[in-house]
C-alpha cells in the first residue's frame, strides 16, 4: 500500500510539472509566430524619412529611436530643424553625430538644404555655391554620402533656357567638388516650372557628371506633358534618391513609381515626408507596410 502510494505520488508530481511547463511552452511558441516575417523577398530598395514635418521637432536621439522602431533605415536631416546638424558645428561636435549614427541602426544618408542656383543675381550665386560646398564639407564630415539641393524656379525677365544652362554649370561645379570629398549632389525635382521633368533632363545634361543626380519628389507636374512614364524614362538613370507624401493619396500612383523604381533597379532611399503625428512612431510603421505591400512583398 505504502509502495503503490508513494509511486501515484511521484507520477501526480511529475504530471504536475509537465502541466506547469505547459503555458511557457506554449507562450514561446506565440512568441515565434508574432516574431515571424511574412515578406514573400527582402525590398531591394531602403526605406527612410526626411525631417521635414514629421521630424522637424526631434533631436538626434529621437530620430535614431523612432526610426529604429519602425524599421526605418536611414534619415536625410533638413537644414533649421531641431536636430541642429548646421555648418556652425565644430569637429568634436560633427564626430559626435557621425559616431552616433554609425553605432545605431540608422543611416545618416544625406543633408537637405534649401540651396538653388537660378538667381539672375551673379555675386549672389557665387556666394550660395560657396555656402553649398561649405554644407558639403559637414555632411562628409557627419558621414553623410550626399547633400540634397533644388532649383525653386525661373527668375523674371531672363531666358528660361539660360537659367538652365546656369543651373546645371552650377551643379557641375559642385559634382566636381564632392568627388573629392565623397558627397553627391542630390537635385530635388522642385520649383515653379523647374519641376517639369524636360527642365530637370536639361539640367542633368548640362551638369553631366556622375556625382551629380535626381531626387524623384513625387509631384503632380511629373504628369504634364507626355504623362508619367515618359517623364520618369527622361531621367531614370539618372535618380539617386526618393521622396515621397503619404503613400494613401490617391492623386498620385505610388504603386506605380515602386514598380517603375524596381524595375530600374533602384537600391537607394525612398524618404518619406509626412506631416506631424502625435503617434509617430505608429504611423511609420503603416507607412513602412504600405510601402512593402505597394510592391508585393507583405
Request: with cysteine.
Given at each position: ?141 557627419v558621414g553623410a554620402t550626399g547633400v540634397k539641393v533644388r532649383p525653386n524656379g525661373f527668375p523674371k525677365d531672363v531666358p528660361k533656357e539660360k537659367t538652365l544652362e546656369q543651373i546645371g554649370r552650377s551643379l557641375r561645379e559642385l559634382g566636381a567638388f564632392g568627388s573629392g570629398h565623397g558627397v ?115
Amino acid at each position: 500500500m505504502n509502495t503503490n502510494r508513494r509511486s501515484f505520488l511521484k507520477q501526480s508530481m511529475l504530471g504536475a510539472g509537465v502541466v506547469g511547463m505547459l503555458p511557457a511552452a506554449f507562450g514561446a511558441e506565440k512568441s515565434s509566430a508574432n516574431s515571424a516575417s511574412f515578406l514573400t523577398r527582402q525590398p531591394t530598395m531602403k526605406l527612410g524619412t526626411v525631417t521635414y514635418n514629421l521630424a522637424k521637432d526631434w533631436d538626434i536621439e529621437t530620430i535614431i529611436k523612432n526610426c529604429e522602431a519602425a524599421k526605418f533605415e536611414g534619415v536625410e536631416l533638413r537644414t533649421t530643424h531641431a536636430h541642429k546638424v548646421e555648418v556652425n558645428l565644430g569637429k568634436e561636435e560633427r564626430d559626435r553625430v557621425k559616431k552616433r549614427f554609425a553605432d545605431s541602426g540608422v543611416q545618416l544618408m544625406g543633408l537637405g538644404s534649401a540651396f538653388d542656383y537660378h538667381t539672375a543675381d551673379q555675386d549672389k550665386l557665387k556666394q550660395d555655391i560657396a555656402a553649398t560646398k561649405e554644407y558639403m564639407i559637414l555632411a562628409q564630415d557627419v558621414g553623410a554620402t550626399g547633400v540634397k539641393v533644388r532649383p525653386n524656379g525661373f527668375p523674371k525677365d531672363v531666358p528660361k533656357e539660360k537659367t538652365l544652362e546656369q543651373i546645371g554649370r552650377s551643379l557641375r561645379e559642385l559634382g566636381a567638388f564632392g568627388s573629392g570629398h565623397g558627397v553627391a549632389i542630390r537635385l530635388e525635382v522642385h520649383g515653379s516650372g523647374t519641376s517639369l521633368l524636360p527642365n530637370i533632363k536639361t539640367m542633368m545634361d548640362v551638369a553631366d557628371h556622375k556625382n551629380v543626380g535626381v531626387c524623384w519628389n513625387s509631384n503632380q507636374s511629373d504628369f504634364e506633358g507626355e504623362e508619367f512614364d515618359h517623364n520618369f524614362d527622361l531621367v531614370k538613370d539618372k535618380i539617386i534618391s526618393v521622396h515621397m507624401r503619404d503613400l494613401f493619396l490617391e492623386d498620385y500612383p505610388f504603386r506605380k513609381l515602386l514598380t517603375r523604381l524596381n524595375e530600374i533597379k533602384f537600391t537607394g532611399f525612398c524618404l518619406a515626408e509626412m506631416p506631424s503625428s502625435t503617434d509617430p512612431v505608429r504611423v511609420m510603421k503603416y507607412y513602412r507596410a504600405l510601402w512593402l505591400s505597394y510592391q508585393g512583398l507583405l
